[in-house]
């Protein structure tokens, strides 16, 4: 998987690509515990991103759960193969969803 950040002030976008897996859940969990003091809005775009394992719904999990103390996060361009990820494991409820 590639991590791409972009920032801008207080926002910041983490691109993924390619499997959100139990190997690469750990760049994501190092990125999501050292990259996101002082952001108000983030953004996971997922255009890219063909699967997510559990180990990387937790990430984002505790993604969300940072921001929704300091700001708010979005999942954009999520393909429908990895929406249904978030759909069979009804953590789609925890997300805003953005085409």
């Given at each position: 998987m590639e991590?791409?950040?972009?920032?801008d002030g207080d926002?910041?976008?983490?691109?993924?690509?390619?499997?959100?897996?139990?190997?690469?859940?750990?760049d994501l969990d190092k990125v999501v515990n050292s990259d996101l003091n002082g952001v108000?809005?983030?953004?996971f775009d997922l255009a890219d991103?063909?699967?997510?394992a559990s180990a990387g719904l937790r990430i984002l999990f505790?993604?969300?759960?940072?921001?929704?103390?300091?700001g708010s996060m979005k999942l954009v361009h999520v393909k429908p193969?990895?929406?249904?990820?978030?759909?069979?494991?009804r953590?789609?409820?925890?997300f805003t969803i953005e085409s």
């Open positions: 991590i791409k950040k972009i920032a926002n910041l976008t983490i691109a993924l690509s390619g499997r959100l897996d139990a190997v690469s859940a750990r108000k809005n983030l953004t991103l063909v699967y997510v505790v993604a969300q759960k940072k921001m929704k103390k300091q193969e990895v929406k249904q990820i978030f759909e069979v494991t953590f789609i409820d925890f």
